[in-house]
Nanobody, 121 residues
Framework: QAQLVESGGGTAQPGGSLTLSCAASGRIYNINTMGWYRQAPGKERELVARTTSGGLPEYADSVKGRFTISRDAAKKTVTLQMNSLKPEDTAVYYC???????????????WGQGTQVTVSS
């Protein structure tokens, strides 16, 4: 009844930039948190950045100063601008949102399908 659709990603050289976008759709009454996680091969999924409605954004230490998260509440979208990319940023990036559906009874977390980001020379 709700889904997150990601776009962007791909391959960049070290020092380059990429932009990820995520749009929420469906019978959504409200969205609290929207953000991005990533999972590299052989590693656990980790938080990259997230933003809550009316709150300050939160970033992983490894991306502070390089990545910027922004959100458009009216369009139900969240964007991750990734600059100064490093090979260790290579991972599958997942959009995540905590949403209350119009037919729901509680806040629940939803995941996008994931998009590959590869940083390599």
């Amino acid at each position: 009844q709700a889904q997150l659709v990601e776009s962007g990603g791909g391959t960049a050289q070290p020092g380059g930039s990429l932009t990820l976008s995520c749009a929420a759709s469906g019978r959504i009454y409200n969205i609290n948190t929207m953000g991005w996680y990533r999972q590299a091969p052989g590693k656990e999924r980790e938080l990259v950045a997230r933003t809550t409605s009316g709150g300050l954004p939160e970033y992983a230490d490894s991306v502070k100063g390089r990545f910027t998260i922004s959100r458009d509440a009216a369009k139900k979208t969240v964007t991750l601008q990734m600059n100064s990319l490093k090979p260790e940023d290579t991972a599958v990036y997942y959009c995540h949102a905590v949403m209350f559906l119009s037919t729901g009874i509680s806040w629940d977390g939803y995941w996008g399908q994931g998009t590959q980001v590869t940083v390599s020379s």
